[in-house]
């Protein structure tokens, strides 16, 4: 498999909210190309649906090095350790696959390939997933 895929882009309801972020011409490509379609805070144990998190200290990067965290924007609980679990497993899958570029839904905490929210406010940065990802040669391609 050449493409890995994030679910809510191809229509499947694992947003945060319960809904999906359908993208017609991602969708178009799964149809043609084939590809492994993942919800890393799925896979990482979160439910659907859940309270959003977003960054605090850092982003994707500094989360692995101990430095960030991500905590549900209404309670404060601290879900880091399940985007962690769930990047490592959407990577084995991955690799499993020999999947060469990904399709991510920017924005996302997990997924997110050029913005993230980071306290609240959108900044440039990278999500869990998509930079554990990168940094393991899979080319990201952040969707809006």
Same mark, same amino acid.
């Given at each position: ?6 679910? @809510?882009?191809?229509?499947?309801? @694992? ?24 919800? %890393? ?5 979160? %439910?659907?649906?859940?309270? %959003? ?9 500094? /989360? ?34 020999? /999947? ?8 996302? %905490?997990? @997924? ?10 959108? /900044?440039?940065?990278?999500? /869990? ?16």
């Amino acid at each position: 498999m050449r493409y890995l895929f994030s679910a @809510c882009l191809l229509g499947i309801n @694992c947003k945060y909210d319960g809904k999906n972020n359908l993208r017609e011409e991602i969708f178009d490509i799964f149809k043609k190309e084939g590809g492994i379609v993942v919800c %890393p805070e799925q896979l990482g144990g979160l %439910p659907t649906p859940r309270e %959003p998190a977003q960054f605090y200290g850092g982003m994707g990067k500094e /989360v692995f090095e101990g430095k960030a965290k991500l905590r549900k924007i209404y309670s404060n609980e601290d879900v880091t350790e399940n985007f962690i679990r769930g990047a490592k497993e959407v990577l084995h899958l991955a690799k499993i696959a020999g /999947v060469k570029e990904a399709f991510l839904k920017d924005k996302s %905490p997990s @997924c997110g390939v050029s913005h993230v929210y980071l306290g609240g406010e959108l /900044v440039d940065g990278m999500g /869990v997933t998509a930079f554990l990802l990168m940094e393991h040669g899979i080319i990201v391609h952040g969707v809006k």
